[in-house]
């Protein structure tokens, strides 16, 4: 399956934006998540999902402030990111679950395919 993620930009700190994932084959019975990699860090969890839309899982970071959905009809998984602060600054990855594999997950290594990135940019 291949990911093509969109919806990054420059935005000031307090705005929102939302990032889109939509994948080319269906996200059906796969987990889905978002991760970030910020200038000279390593990539991180952000949010993740189970494929039935239940069971979403949070970054402390960002628990309370960005929200993860999906619609498997589209084939598309969602982060609404609200009250944006410049250290979410980053690229943000989608990244999906082997079919059948349909639990969340915090971790990278559960991830087999992966988004080409959108970056985010937050000024304060």
């Known amino acids: 399956v291949q990911l093509q993620a969109s919806g990054g930009g420059l935005v000031q700190a307090g705005d929102s934006l939302r990032l889109s994932c939509t994948a080319s084959?269906?996200?059906?019975?796969?987990?889905m998540g978002w991760f970030r990699q910020a200038p000279g860090k390593e990539r991180e969890f952000v949010a993740a999902i189970s494929w039935t839309g239940g069971s979403p899982l949070y970054a402390d970071s960002v628990k309370g402030r960005f929200t993860i959905s999906r619609d498997n009809a589209k084939n598309t998984v969602y982060l609404q990111m609200y009250s944006l602060k410049p250290e979410d600054t980053a690229i943000y990855y989608c990244?999906?679950?082997?079919?059948?594999?349909?639990?969340?997950?915090?971790?990278?290594?559960?991830?087999?395919?992966w988004g080409q990135g959108t970056l985010v940019t937050v000024s304060s």
């Open positions: 990244a999906a679950r082997r079919e059948y594999q349909g639990g969340s997950s915090y971790s990278t290594d559960d991830f087999d395919y």
């Open positions: 084959g269906r996200t059906f019975g796969r987990g």
